[in-house]
């Protein structure tokens, strides 16, 4: 007969999921730098992390070094295709919210669009006429920006 406190206990997972801030990820290197017993291995057991997590820090040390202390990725995804609409666009958004306007998901598609086909973007970026102002990329669009739906 099993308990129900051992399968309660069963199920829970010892280690959280946490993110660390680059100044933390600098403080666990030059720990493990400083003192001189600290392994890899001991560290990671120290701060309840994974060995690799720590040997891909000191791979990207001087990443690490130059990015700001709150940051906790070094890569925030991919750029944008066509940087110069996205800003135009997010400037005709940001104009229409100051009248206190109504905007759209589709509203900021049919812009982008609009502005796709003016001459100067289709000259500067190639393959542009054929490029579709998806769904996906409306979402990544406004989470780039931290706009949302209301």
């Known amino acids: 007969m099993i308990h129900k406190k051992n399968l309660f206990k069963a199920r829970l997972t010892q280690k959280k999921k946490r993110q660390w801030t ?3 990820k600098l403080f666990i290197l030059t720990y493990l730098e400083k003192v001189p017993s600290a392994s890899v291995r001991g560290t990671a057991d ?3 992390l994974e ?4 040997r891909d820090w000191r791979s990207k040390r001087q ?14 995804g991919p750029r944008s295709r066509y940087p ?3 800003d ?3 400037k005709w958004i940001k104009s229409l919210h100051h009248e206190q306007k109504i905007v759209s998901r589709s509203m900021i598609q049919i812009k982008a669009a ?3 086909k003016n001459t ?11 490029f579709k102002w998806s769904n996906k990329w409306l979402d990544s669009f406004m989470h780039h920006f931290r706009l949302s739906n209301h």
């Open 120 to 130: 100067k973007y289709i000259s500067q970026y190639l393959k542009i006429d054929s």
């Open 84 to 86: 110069e609409i996205e």
């Open 22 to 24: 680059a100044r933390e």
């Open 88 to 90: 135009e666009v997010i």
């Open 63 to 76: 990443q690490l070094m130059l990015a700001q202390p709150h940051i906790k990725r070094l890569n925030c």
């Open 46 to 48: 120290k701060f309840h």
């Open 51 to 54: 060995p690799k997590q720590i």
């Open 114 to 116: 609009t502005l796709a």
